[in-house]
């Protein structure tokens, strides 16, 4: 039984899976761990970038689950259909147009506890409008997967290991949990199409009593731009805007955590969920103050998500 399982849901960004694989396939201590990916929908082009991916592990004796859905589920159900297919202890939860330096495995399992929740940084590159968050890196190592140099990522993670040995507070993709954790807290929530599935997910890994936190130690490189959130996925354009559809899901994934929880999500990217909510909401046993300043959060959250849309119209 392989000690971690990366888990890697992908829906249309095959170039960038390949490269993924490729970087998992160079990685050192190959023996720790198996690939777990779910393709969820997307055609014949998503199919055949997983049978890429399956021949790029066999040839390295890499073990792999791989498995495509031809209808497309939703990020959040696609999470929890990977995770099933993980058999190791430790499941380790990315996207997939990350790509893994050789040493990643050498400095995270040194680090890996029962109980925690270890997420590690990221490199991103400052190109197209998006700026990366505090948390990471910010770093142009390139923008097109077809043709990425693997080689300044494996230098930089070289350079950073040695000078971060403090873990620091917080929370963020990609991340390890103990595959047992994941389940007893019971998975991604799939009422969450994508957007707010992980502060979610966050909130009740902190209210188990789990420790969440960051090494800046391991650093993938993440392209952040392939996702179907913007109107385009070209990371050279001077500015990429959101679409009117990620915005509508983002708007109803907001309501739909106000109503789960009673409360706000207040979870800066990186930082553990202060809801100060400890169990979801029960709206059949709520009292009435409670219901009446919910529901105001709810017609006022909703009145702001409209104008929000209203900006990508």
Not at 140 to 168: A, Q, R, Y
Request: aromatic fraction near 12%; hydrophobic fraction near 40%.
């Amino acid at each position: 039984m392989p000690l971690i399982s990366v888990v890697i849901p992908t829906y249309k960004a095959h170039d960038c899976l390949i490269l993924c694989a490729k970087s998992l396939a160079k990685c050192k201590n190959k023996e720790l761990i198996e690939i777990c990916i779910y393709g969820d929908g997307g055609g014949d082009a998503a199919r055949d970038a997983l049978e890429t991916c399956r021949q790029i592990f066999a040839d390295v004796g890499l073990g792999c689950h791989l498995f495509y859905n031809p209808q497309n589920l939703g990020n959040t159900p696609a999470v929890n259909r990977a995770v099933e297919m993980a058999t190791g202890e430790w499941i380790f939860l990315c996207n997939d147009d990350m790509v893994f330096p050789e040493n990643w495995l050498s400095v995270c399992v040194p680090l890996l506890q029962k109980n925690r929740v270890l997420s590690v940084s990221c490199v991103e590159p400052n190109v197209g409008g998006h700026k990366p968050s505090s948390y990471f890196y910010s770093f142009n190592m390139g923008v097109d997967p077809l043709n990425f140099d693997s080689k300044p990522l494996n230098s930089f993670n070289e350079s950073i290991c040695e000078k971060h040995t403090e873990l620091e507070t917080g929370v963020n993709y990609p991340f390890f949990v103990e595959r047992e954790l994941f389940y007893a807290v019971g998975a991604a929530d799939e009422r969450f199409s994508g957007p707010y599935h992980d502060p979610d997910l966050f909130l009740r890994f902190r209210i188990h009593g789990a420790e969440m936190v960051r090494t800046q130690a391991c650093a993938l490189y993440h392209f952040s731009g392939m996702s179907l959130r913007f109107l385009t996925d070209n990371l050279a354009s001077k500015k990429r805007t959101k679409s009117r559809k990620w915005v509508q899901n983002e708007n109803e994934a907001r309501l739909k955590f106000i109503r789960k929880w009673g409360a706000k999500p207040r979870a800066r990217f990186g930082e553990i969920p202060k809801t100060r909510a400890q169990t979801p909401m029960n709206w059949q046993t709520a009292n009435a103050w409670l219901k009446v300043s919910v529901t105001l959060l709810i017609v006022w959250e909703t009145l702001r998500g409209r104008l929000r849309e209203l900006r990508y119209t």
